[in-house]
């Protein structure tokens, strides 16, 4: 059975504004899928949704999450099931140091699964094997949580966090974004580190607008999205053919056909 299962998927937001209009998506248990496709396709209104963002409202369709019906579920519930999803845009939290925050969030995994807080020194150990498996600078952790943290800083946050949660399916929204050459390698090593590895469990679904960040976190799938439909699928060649021909010929081709 396949970890996630997108089922039809139609998907409104703000009152009557249509913006997924039928998407069948499904991740097995560490798979690397690309979402790509052009601004404004609905991209992140499909991570969004998946993670059961409240301004979304499913019309039709399902998510499944290893077969059961997950399209009604809270955010909280679907975090505690293994859900995970990085930010395009980290917000900062003033006053919460980076340690603080970790363990707020490590013990409210914990407490989910009926565990005890988590005992000062397990807790150090495992953020310093997350830290270097990310390559977080351990001064980070001292510091309040994305304040004056630079783009690429925020998104190392954001990898350090999967790695510290071990998630079942990571989301990372355009978390290429704004990354110079150096940081983007930093953030590739961290999920290839964390996910899609022989033996790991951890399934990516990396939503990009550019290919940039797919020579280094190599997909097993790619998807192209286009006006709130998957509309192109195939292997990782697919992003050499959208590298070389840019997304006009999809949209060609789709004209066409519908001509
Ligand atoms: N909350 C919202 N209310 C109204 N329109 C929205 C909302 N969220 C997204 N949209 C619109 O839905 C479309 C798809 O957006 P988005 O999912 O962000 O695309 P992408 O991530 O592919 O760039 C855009 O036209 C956007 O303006
Ligand atoms: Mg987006």
Request: hydrophobic share 40%; aromatic share 6%.
């Given at each position: 059975?396949?970890?996630l299962?997108?089922?039809n998927?139609?998907v409104?937001?703000?009152?009557?504004?249509?913006?997924?209009?039928?998407?069948?998506?499904?991740?097995?248990?560490g798979?690397?899928?690309?979402l790509?496709?052009?601004?404004?396709s609905?991209?992140?209104t499909?991570a969004?949704?998946?993670?059961?963002?409240?301004n979304?409202?499913?019309?039709?369709?399902?998510i499944l999450?290893?077969?059961?019906?997950?399209t009604?579920?809270?955010?909280?519930?679907?975090?505690?099931?293994g859900?995970?999803?990085?930010?395009?845009?980290p917000?900062s939290?003033?006053g919460?140091?980076?340690?603080?925050y970790?363990r707020?969030v490590?013990n409210?995994?914990?407490?989910?699964?009926?565990?005890?807080?988590?005992?000062?020194?397990?807790f150090?150990?495992t953020?310093?094997?997350?830290?270097s498996?990310?390559?977080?600078?351990?001064?980070f952790?001292?510091?309040?949580?994305?304040?004056?943290?630079?783009?690429?800083?925020?998104?190392r946050?954001?990898?350090?966090?999967?790695?510290?949660?071990?998630?079942?399916?990571?989301?990372?929204?355009?978390?290429?974004?704004g990354?110079?050459?150096?940081?983007?390698?930093?953030?590739?090593d961290?999920?290839?580190?964390?996910a899609g590895?022989?033996?790991?469990?951890?399934?990516?679904?990396?939503?990009?607008?550019?290919?940039?960040?797919?020579?280094?976190?190599?997909?097993?799938?790619?998807?192209?999205?286009y006006?709130?439909?998957?509309?192109?699928?195939?292997?990782?060649?697919?992003?050499?053919?959208?590298?070389?021909?840019?997304?006009g010929w999809?949209?060609?081709?789709?004209?066409?056909?519908?001509?």
């Amino acid at each position: 059975m396949p970890d996630l299962e997108i089922r039809n998927l139609h998907v409104r937001a703000g009152g009557d504004k249509q913006i997924l209009r039928g998407v069948d998506l499904t991740v097995g248990q560490g798979e690397v899928h690309a979402l790509m496709g052009p601004n404004g396709s609905g991209k992140s209104t499909l991570a969004n949704v998946i993670m059961g963002h409240p301004n979304l409202e499913v019309t039709e369709g399902q998510i499944l999450w290893g077969g059961e019906d997950i399209t009604e579920a809270s955010t909280d519930e679907r975090a505690r099931m293994g859900l995970f999803m990085a930010f395009q845009y980290p917000v900062s939290v003033p006053g919460v140091t980076v340690t603080k925050y970790l363990r707020t969030v490590l013990n409210a995994h914990r407490d989910a699964r009926g565990e005890e807080p988590i005992p000062l020194k397990e807790f150090r150990e495992t953020v310093q094997e997350a830290m270097s498996l990310t390559k977080v600078p351990e001064e980070f952790s001292r510091r309040y949580l994305n304040e004056g943290f630079s783009g690429g800083e925020k998104k190392r946050m954001e990898i350090l966090q999967m790695a510290l949660q071990r998630p079942r399916l990571a989301i990372l929204d355009e978390t290429d974004s704004g990354l110079d050459i150096d940081a983007l390698k930093v953030v590739s090593d961290g999920v290839n580190a964390v996910a899609g590895q022989a033996g790991s469990d951890t399934g990516v679904l990396i939503i990009t607008h550019y290919q940039r960040i797919l020579e280094y976190v190599r997909p097993t799938h790619v998807h192209v999205m286009y006006k709130g439909r998957i509309v192109r699928e195939g292997g990782p060649s697919l992003v050499h053919e959208l590298e070389a021909k840019g997304y006009g010929w999809i949209t060609d081709e789709l004209a066409e056909a519908a001509a």
